[in-house]
């Protein structure tokens, strides 16, 4: 919930229509969010273009049967900014830990052919 002067916003927690698996569902995804973001928000315009350019490079650089480690790892760090006051998404100092992670071999999520649990 928020506010933009006397209104508030609330939105709902939906389920999603679809499960995001791979680097394309990933990319539509982001884009369709980015230009929800962008409209209530549009000094985050830049900070979402960085996170989308970075994820399309780690994208790049996994098989993609690890793409579901990578998923995950995203959805840690959306869970860790979430409304941008303290952390950004492009603050990628603050999210080493989450890289080593889930996406390491020895990380405590990366090393298993499983689908990591994401605590909320």
């Not at 927690?13 to 791979?22: C, F, G, H, Y």
């Not at 993609?64 to 860790?80: C, D, E, S, T």
């Not at 409304?83 to 889930?102: E, H, I, K, P, R």
């Amino acid at each position: 919930m928020g506010h933009i002067g006397g209104t508030e916003i609330s939105l709902g927690k939906a389920d999603p229509a679809q499960k995001v698996q791979t680097s394309g569902d990933w990319t539509v995804t982001w884009h369709a969010a980015t230009k929800a973001v962008m409209f209530a928000f549009p000094h985050k315009g830049e900070e979402l273009r960085q996170w989308g350019d970075y994820m399309a490079l780690e994208f790049s650089a996994k098989q993609p049967n690890a793409y579901h480690k990578l998923i995950a790892f995203n959805k840690a760090i959306q869970a860790m900014v979430r409304g941008g006051q303290a952390v950004l998404l492009t603050d990628c100092d603050q999210f080493t830990y989450l890289y080593s992670t889930y996406l390491l071999p020895d990380g405590i999520q990366g090393g298993s052919g499983m689908q990591p649990t994401i605590r909320e």
